[in-house]
């Protein structure tokens, strides 16, 4: 993002990217809606990987969010739209108080497969809970938007779109302030060195909690804009595959920008619905493939793209000196 | 009593072929420092091949005993000739990357050879239960056992005590544990790390795809099995401790035998029990049971 940008600039722009929704075709529609909710928990784990930290179970909030309000939803016949987005947030934030700060003193490699973990217990109890329709999952009627009943199915793909690409802007907006933020700043310092960060007087814990509460907080919401998109819930949202993939958007977009969040996301949609149209068979194989060429070839993500110089102080320190593979010692 | 028993007999069952599929991941994690996500991958592409030679065997009217040894022979070379080129030709080009990088590369190459099997082999179920008789039948009191999986245990011994022994007493095993404690040290030393890391790899891909191929008359080999085993094996190294042969002994044995306890007793909660488990141990020791902690540098 550019330092310059106003947020008052980028409401206008998330207005009027939700208003171009009326011009696009209808398969570009429910593309972009599903590429705009993946972007925002993706988003979330590019806040929590600032910390230094890669969650692999996103997919527990993303759960968590999604049977929250499809259950709420099911009970007491809350269908508006906006509120289910509301509702997925606040559940998944609180599990992830919950969590955070048992989770927050853990790091690298451990940090990730204990998300994994939590995300495959959440997982394997979705799977066989009778109550909740076990690995079937249960279906939710159509979402309202402020009183407002969609029957139109262009009207209710726009409307869900137009939630959609607000919600993510919105959360867009609110990550590059905090990027910006004295507690944004200091996150990179937490990855850069945790223990450097106490000795000056800071709780690295407790930056890490908050990064992982509001990672959890995005995750929900997009569970419920997920839900809101099939009209269905079912264990598949907790699976240790559907986690991989939002880290796949994640590290996709590089960890420098929030607009690069969107772009990778939306070409991840592409590659797989081209990919499904004229590769059925094989589109695991076509994302594979993608995958390796952008780890490869764009090192530090799509956003490195058009942001080069300027950030090279905050890069990853992933140059680590290779000597190995030569036997030479510098 | 007898409940009892036939739980820690399935348990030790389970345990026997998941140990010796860890013990890949965790040898591949040792020395490499990668987690590999394409694991459970190659355990799936000993199961298919070893199927594939099985079924091959009896059109042409092998004896079962042949064909059982062929099975072995053929997935374990196919796997690791497969999982030598895949090191040699791709991962070698991510060294010295953040070790999250590396784990989605292997996530990638997952993703490849999952659509590359069922390119090859189809999405339906392949049967290869003919090397399943070859034990007959077992009884232990009034409970009957086949044959060929209680031979399992013997051999998951068998390969856990020939790694360590291996590791611990050859030289070859001296000089993989030197690359493990300290790469530069053992280059600067003369060893040919490079040539560590593809032999090593490809020893992690030849135990999972032995396992694949042993495993393999026992279930129909179908998609999905790749993510299943992947995730159960991951369970057992970080609870036994990544990098750790003893490690995955004991969290295998743990894996197997709550898999068997929550099968015979509760049937819900199979995959809830294994992950409340590895949750746990991570909590209290994030290390594992069976590493101890390192220092770290400020």
Redesign the interface.
């Known amino acids: 993002m550019k330092q310059g940008l106003h947020p008052v600039v980028m409401i206008g722009l998330v207005i009027g990217a939700a208003l171009f929704g009326r011009a696009l075709p209808t398969w570009t529609l429910s593309l972009a809606t599903v590429a705009a909710s993946n972007a925002l928990i993706a988003l979330g784990i590019v806040v929590l990987a600032r910390t230094g930290n890669?969650s692999?179970g996103q997919g527990l909030f993303f759960a968590a969010g999604g049977y929250g309000v499809a259950l709420i939803a099911n009970v007491w016949g809350i269908t508006d739209a906006v509120a289910q987005v509301m509702i997925g947030a606040v559940c998944s934030g609180m599990l992830g108080l919950v969590i955070g700060p048992?989770i927050a003193r853990?790091t690298?490699?451990?940090f990730?497969?204990?998300t994994?973990?939590?995300s495959?217990?959440m997982?394997?109890?979705l799977?066989?809970?009778a109550a909740l329709g076990g690995s079937d999952g249960f279906n939710v009627g159509r979402p309202s938007l402020f009183g407002m009943a969609f029957t139109d199915t262009r009207e209710a793909d726009f409307m869900l779109y137009a939630v959609s690409v607000v919600t993510t802007g919105l959360a867009g907006i609110a990550a590059t302030i905090l990027f910006r933020s004295e507690l944004g700043l200091v996150s990179l310092a937490v990855r850069e060195?945790n223990?450097?960060v106490e000795y000056l007087g800071l709780s690295a814990n407790r930056i890490v909690t908050i990064n992982f509460v509001i990672a959890a907080v995005f995750a929900g919401a997009s569970g419920a804009l997920a839900l809101m998109a099939q009209r269905h819930i079912d264990p598949q949202f907790a699976y240790?595959?559907t986690s991989?993939e939002f880290?796949?958007v994640a590290?996709l977009a590089g960890y420098q920008s929030v607009a690069a969040v969107f772009v990778a996301s939306i070409a991840l949609e592409l590659v797989r619905s081209f990919s499904n149209l004229y590769l059925p068979?094989?589109?695991?194989?076509v994302?594979?493939?993608f995958?390796?060429g952008v780890?490869?070839f764009l090192?530090r993500g799509i956003g490195s793209l058009w942001i080069r110089d300027r950030h090279k102080k905050n890069k990853?320190p992933?140059?680590?000196?290779?000597?190995?593979?030569t036997?030479?010692?510098p | 009593m007898n409940f009892a028993l036939t739980i820690i007999v399935d348990g030790l069952i389970e345990a026997s072929w998941l140990f010796i599929v860890a013990l890949g991941l965790t040898l591949v994690f040792g020395v490499l420092k990668i987690?590999n996500?394409a694991h459970g991958s190659f355990y799936a592409l000993g199961a298919y091949v070893a199927a594939t030679v099985v079924t091959m065997a009896a059109s042409k009217g092998l004896p079962p005993a042949l064909s059982f040894v062929a099975m072995l022979l053929a997935a374990a070379f196919v796997a690791s000739a497969v999982g030598l080129m895949l090191e040699r030709g791709?991962l070698?080009?991510?060294?010295?990357?953040?070790?999250?990088?590396l784990?989605?590369?292997t996530?990638?190459?997952?993703?490849?050879l999952?659509?590359?099997t069922?390119?090859i082999w189809g999405v339906n179920p392949i049967y290869a239960t003919q090397p399943y008789d070859l034990f007959g039948n077992v009884s232990f009191g009034k409970m009957y056992y086949v044959g060929y999986d209680l031979v399992l245990i013997p051999i998951a011994i068998l390969s856990g005590v020939a790694v360590w022994f291996g590791l611990n007493r050859t030289i070859t095993g001296k000089i993989v544990s030197a690359v493990i404690h300290n790469?530069?040290m053992s280059?600067?030393m003369?060893?040919?790390?490079?040539r560590v890391y593809a032999f090593a790899f490809a020893f992690g891909v030849l135990l999972a795809a032995f396992a694949g191929a042993l495993t393999a008359p026992k279930i129909s080999v179908q998609p999905g099995l790749s993510?299943d085993v992947i995730?159960l094996s991951?369970?057992i190294v970080?609870i036994g401790g990544?990098g750790s042969v003893e490690g995955a002994a004991v969290g295998a044995i743990l894996v197997g035998l709550a898999r068997a306890t929550s099968v015979h007793l509760l049937?819900?909660?199979?995959?809830?029990?294994?992950?409340?488990i590895?949750?746990a141990v991570?909590?209290f020791r994030?290390?594992g049971l069976f590493k101890r902690e390192t220092a770290r540098r400020?």
Do not use: C
Request: hydrophobic share 60%.
């Open positions: 890669v692999f048992l853990y690298g490699i451990f990730g497969m204990l994994l973990a939590l495959m217990v997982y394997g109890a799977v066989k809970s060195n223990l450097r240790w595959t991989g880290v796949f590290v068979n094989t589109w695991q194989l994302l594979g493939v995958l390796l780890i490869l090192p990853l992933a140059q680590i000196p290779v000597t190995v593979d036997g030479v010692v | 987690l996500i791709l070698k080009m991510f060294y010295g990357r953040d070790e999250v990088v784990l989605l590369v996530y990638a190459v997952f993703l490849l999952e659509d590359l069922k390119l790469e530069e280059a600067s003369g060893v040919k790390v490079k993510s995730i991951f369970a970080v990544l049937p819900q909660a199979e995959l809830f029990m294994i992950y409340f590895m949750t991570l909590m994030p290390e400020i």
